[in-house]
T-cell receptor
Framework: KAGVTQTPRYLIKTRGQQVTLSCSPI?????VSWYQQTPGQGLQFLFE???????NKGNFPGRFSGRQFSNSRSEMNVSTLELGDSALYLC?????????????FGPGTRLTVT | EDKVVQSPLSLVVHEGDTVTLNCSYE??????LLWYKQEKKAPTFLFML????IEKKSGRLSSILDKKELFSILNITATQTGDSAVYLC??????????FGTGTSLTVIP
């Protein structure tokens, strides 16, 4: 079974631009979560989508948004990029919640804002 | 403010040593605590803990949760160089909200 895939793997943007990142979950997984990882802040939860609906959202400004399609693929959009948005953005997928909860992470998209 | 704190921030040990990594948390509506191992790629799931006092074990790794004192430990016995990684602790709150610690960087020297 193929793992979680994210595209692109690397991205360089300038301040003020916007960016869209894509995540394809493991086949059969309906939950997709997005995280931002930076050296200073660690791994921070952005939001989670399940069956095309945002189920939960972390403490990030409205510049960060996302959506999920009917095939469970998800996109994350960041508008008006700031230097502090430079980070590794990780996507994780999981089956519908069970007791033995596991998230499978993708390789991430490394975003650099100059 | 909900938070997860891991200690130590970094650790260097020799092969064969036993290490204990700590994770304390202050999270309202606690649901579960999870441990991940992160090497140069994305984090991989290790354990999920929901009940106090019940040890989860997988090979040389084990973990336990204390919900009264709000902490968890991850033990690694007979460490190997392949254990070198950042170990992340995360707490899930009701509503599927996750809070991660900044991780403990473990380096195992041959």
């Amino acid at each position: 079974k193929a793992g979680v895939t994210q595209t692109p793997r690397y991205l360089i943007k300038t301040r003020g631009q916007q960016v869209t990142l894509s995540c394809s979950p493991i086949s059969g997984h309906r939950s997709v979560s997005w995280y931002q990882q930076t050296p200073g802040q660690g791994l921070q939860f952005l939001f989670e989508y399940f069956s095309e609906t945002q189920r939960n959202k972390g403490n990030f400004p409205g510049r960060f948004s996302g959506r999920q399609f009917s095939n469970s693929r998800s996109e994350m959009n960041v508008s008006t990029l700031e230097l502090g948005d430079s980070a590794l953005y990780l996507c994780a997928s999981s089956l519908e919640r069970t007791i033995t909860y596991e998230q499978y992470f993708g390789p991430g998209t490394r975003l650099t804002v100059t | 403010e909900d938070k997860v704190v891991q200690s130590p921030l970094s650790l260097v040990v020799h092969e064969g040593d036993t290490v204990t990594l700590n994770c304390s948390y202050e999270v309202t509506n606690f649901r579960s605590l999870l441990w991940y191992k992160q090497e140069k790629k994305a984090p991989t799931f290790l354990f999920m803990l929901t009940s106090s006092g019940i040890e989860k074990k997988s090979g040389r790794l084990s973990s336990i949760l204390d919900k009264k004192e709000l902490f968890s430990i991850l033990n690694i016995t007979a460490t190997q160089t392949g254990d070198s990684a950042v170990y992340l602790c995360a707490v899930e709150a009701v509503g599927n909200q996750f809070y991660f610690g900044t991780g403990t960087s473990l380096t195992v020297i041959p």
